[in-house]
Structure formats: structure tokens, C-alpha cells
């Protein structure tokens, strides 16, 4: 009993640090944005170029990522529009070279599209993982903090 309180608090001290909750949700975005561009090309590619696919899973993507960051990471409330007209700019770029790594990918390099769209999420993911963290929501690195 006392072995689960222990890990209990350590968990809830965790979840308390903004960067611990930033790296969670960043994760399931990222896992999240994978099946969901992933899906989008099985359905799509058919029908139309791969651009064009990648842009349309990003929109979707860049929507879920407000709404989780606002709702689970800063607890925003308030200048939500103001936030996301910063998030569309980090993934304005963000998804420029992302979806270009996703073409090259799979129309140039012939990798697949599992392969393809898993070179493109991580490009794209660690461009705006630290734009958004300092950009977007106007926060510090954490480390960089302690450092100065």
C-alpha cells in the first residue's frame, strides 16, 4: 500500500512540471498525427497528390495540438485565436519541410508510405515542439532557465 502511494504522489509531482506535460502531449500528438497522416494517404492517395494530403492531415492536426496543449499543458483560457494564429505560423514552416520530406520520401526515395510519413513527422514534430514551447505559448526552456 505504501509502495503505491509513493509512486501515486511521485506521478501527480511529475504531471505538476508544465515541461513533463509538455513532452506527454507532445507525444500523443505526434503518435496522433502519425495514424492520422497515415490514414489520410491510404484513404487519399488515390485521389490526390501527396501535398495535398499532407496539407489536409496537418490542418487537422494543428487543431488537435491547440486543443490539447490549451486544455492539458497551460490550462489557457482566453487569447486562444491569438495562439493559434502563432501555432499556424511555427506550422506554416514546420509542415513546408515536413511535407516535403514526406514527397521526397515517397515519391523520390520510394520508402513507403509508413516509412515516408514517419521521416516527415519527425522532421516536422521537433521544428515545432520548440517553436510552439517558446513561440506559441511564450514559454522558457526549462533547462535554459536554470542555466541563466
Request: some cysteine; proline content about 1%; glycine content about 8%.
Amino acid at each position: 500500500m505504501k509502495t503505491m502511494f509513493l509512486k501515486n504522489v511521485f506521478i501527480n509531482k511529475l504531471l505538476r512540471k508544465e515541461g513533463i506535460r509538455y513532452v506527454i502531449v507532445g507525444g500523443a500528438n505526434t503518435v496522433t498525427g502519425y495514424f492520422i497522416g497515415v490514414t489520410f494517404l491510404f484513404v487519399l492517395k488515390s485521389y490526390l497528390p501527396t501535398y495535398i494530403i499532407g496539407t489536409i492531415s496537418t490542418i487537422v492536426g494543428i487543431v488537435l495540438n491547440l486543443i490539447l496543449y490549451r486544455t492539458f499543458v497551460f490550462g489557457s483560457s482566453g487569447k486562444w485565436f491569438s495562439e493559434l494564429l502563432r501555432m499556424l505560423q511555427v506550422y506554416a514552416f514546420s509542415s513546408v519541410v515536413g511535407i516535403t520530406t514526406l514527397t521526397v520520401a515517397i515519391d523520390i526515395f520510394e520508402l513507403g508510405i509508413w516509412w515516408g510519413q514517419l521521416c516527415a513527422l519527425v522532421t516536422g514534430a521537433s521544428i515545432s515542439a520548440l517553436a510552439n514551447y517558446t513561440y506559441s505559448f511564450k514559454r522558457k526552456i526549462p533547462f535554459i532557465r536554470k542555466i541563466f
